[in-house]
């Protein structure tokens, strides 16, 4: 579990430090402080990413923030941590060992299914057209 969100640019592992929000009625994008939650529609960036942030010929760019500093990991972090270790420490491992209800024994087998062409490749068929 990371304790921190992470930066949404692709194969960047750097923790995020702010957060882009596009504003297209407006031609606008908004870069501002980290978001206290992650929103479906913006981008969580790195220190590095949002220093070379680029916009679209036309749009204009809207900093809140000129230098951005990573969040320190809040009470909300500590609290998730603390309930997923609870959830998992109430959930009782599968066991392998069948419950004692009694012996456990396999169902005859009454008739085996034939192997044929379709059952060996699966769901998929070839379906010719007419030739023309």
Not at 27 to 54: I, K, M, N
Not at 64 to 83: K, N, R
Request: proline share 12%; glycine share 4%.
């Amino acid at each position: 579990m990371r304790p921190t969100r992470g930066c949404s640019r692709s194969a960047c592992t750097e923790p995020a430090v702010a957060t882009l929000t596009y504003v297209y009625s407006d031609s606008t994008a908004v870069l501002g402080p980290l978001a206290t939650h992650a929103e479906p529609h913006t981008y969580d960036l790195c220190a590095q990413h949002a220093e070379r942030l680029t916009v679209p010929r036309g749009w204009d760019v809207v900093r809140l923030a000129t230098e951005f500093e990573p969040a320190p990991p809040s009470s909300d972090d500590l609290l998730a941590l603390a309930d997923a270790v609870r959830e998992a420490s109430r959930t009782p491992p599968p066991s392998s060992v069948p419950a004692a209800r009694g012996p456990v024994v396999p169902a005859p087998v009454t008739q085996s299914r034939p192997m044929t062409e379709a059952s060996r490749r699966g769901h998929l068929r070839v379906i010719r057209g007419e030739e023309e």
